[in-house]
């Protein structure tokens, strides 16, 4: 019986921790997710004459994918400008530059909310990409 008990208490324990990683509700902002990696997390809301859940996901889905590129450099460019330069410069921000490193990314996740919204993360993976950006920031 003791053994029972602490079967289940572990299923339990397990099923809550899988829903809790499960959803998109631990992403709630762009930014670096570690020193490698940049996270770019876009919403859109389907088109106001889409009548259809399917209609509402797919407008809101072919709109997201046709900003996703733009709206991660935004972002990115969004980080560069608070990055505090070691020297005391100010920051110069060569948009051109920063492009580079959104060619490297692509889209990790893509979630839909009852509404017909999407949110996708555009994902940017490069080795020490933090300092490479911090470095783009200060020249």
């Given at each position: 019986?003791?053994?029972?008990?602490?079967?289940?208490?572990?299923?339990?324990?397990?099923?809550?921790?899988?829903?809790?990683?499960?959803?998109?509700?631990?992403?709630?902002?762009?930014?670096?997710?570690?020193?490698?990696?940049?996270?770019?997390?876009?919403?859109?809301?389907?088109?106001?004459?889409?009548?259809?859940?399917?209609?509402?996901?797919?407008?809101?889905?072919?709109?997201?994918?046709?900003?996703?590129?733009?709206?991660?450099?935004?972002?990115?460019?969004?980080?560069?400008?608070?990055?505090?330069?070691?020297?005391?410069?100010?920051?110069?921000?060569?948009?051109?530059?920063?492009?580079?490193f959104i060619q490297k990314g692509y889209i990790s996740d893509e979630y839909y909310d009852p509404d017909g919204s999407i949110s996708?993360?555009?994902?940017?993976?490069?080795?020490?990409?933090?300092n490479k950006v911090h470095t783009e920031a200060c020249r």
């Amino acid at each position: 019986m003791r053994l029972l008990f602490i079967i289940l208490f572990s299923i339990l324990i397990a099923c809550s921790q899988f829903q809790k990683t499960a959803t998109n509700e631990y992403i709630e902002t762009s930014g670096f997710s570690d020193r490698n990696t940049f996270i770019a997390l876009i919403k859109v809301r389907p088109e106001m004459g889409t009548s259809s859940l399917v209609e509402k996901r797919e407008s809101a889905y072919m709109e997201a994918k046709i900003k996703v590129k733009q709206f991660a450099l935004q972002e990115l460019v969004n980080y560069a400008r608070t990055v505090q330069c070691t020297d005391g410069n100010p920051v110069k921000i060569n948009q051109q530059r920063m492009e580079k490193f959104i060619q490297k990314g692509y889209i990790s996740d893509e979630y839909y909310d009852p509404d017909g919204s999407i949110s996708l993360i555009y994902s940017i993976k490069a080795r020490s990409l933090r300092n490479k950006v911090h470095t783009e920031a200060c020249r």
